[in-house]
């Protein structure tokens, strides 16, 4: 797991893309979940609901999925940035056919996390001490 900042203040969760604008479009019970799993994960922790995402090279890149109302609504966030959380995606479930993750998403989710790289690597540069 990622270790907390210096400071020990809680990490900055960032958004990519449309994952803020739908996740805010999710229902209430709903939202409080991911938002539980993503406090936990500011602080440097997991929370139990929250699971890693196959195919993403282990626990860096990890999954809430939550049923609710007979739908099934997901959150994808990393931890693979020291210094940040970045919720790459969310969305709500809409195939009847088994639990997996749909191709189509998991392709975004993929280039949501090399946004979210090129992202995090801009901010720590600009976050480095100028030399005198």
Same mark, same amino acid.
């Given at each position: ?13 960032? /958004? ?22 993503? /406090?936990? =994960? ?6 139990? /609901? ?8 282990? =626990? ?14 997901? =959150? ?46 801009? /901010?720590?540069? =600009? ?6």
């Amino acid at each position: 797991m990622a270790q907390r900042s210096r400071s020990n203040a809680p990490r900055p969760v960032l /958004w990519i893309g449309t994952s803020k604008e739908d996740v805010s479009g999710f229902p209430d019970d709903v939202r409080r979940r991911i938002g539980g799993a993503l /406090w936990e =994960a500011q602080l440097g922790r997991k929370a139990p /609901w929250a699971k890693p995402l196959t195919g993403f090279g282990g =626990a860096g890149v990890l999954e809430i999925a939550d049923d609710f109302d007979e739908d099934t609504y997901r =959150a994808v966030y990393t931890i693979r940035f020291a210094e940040a959380v970045y919720v790459l995606h969310a969305f709500q479930k809409k195939s009847r056919r088994g639990i997996a993750t749909p191709r189509t998403e998991l392709r975004l989710i993929g280039q949501r996390f090399g946004r979210a790289k090129e992202d995090y690597e801009q /901010w720590r540069r =600009a976050q480095r001490p100028k030399s005198r």
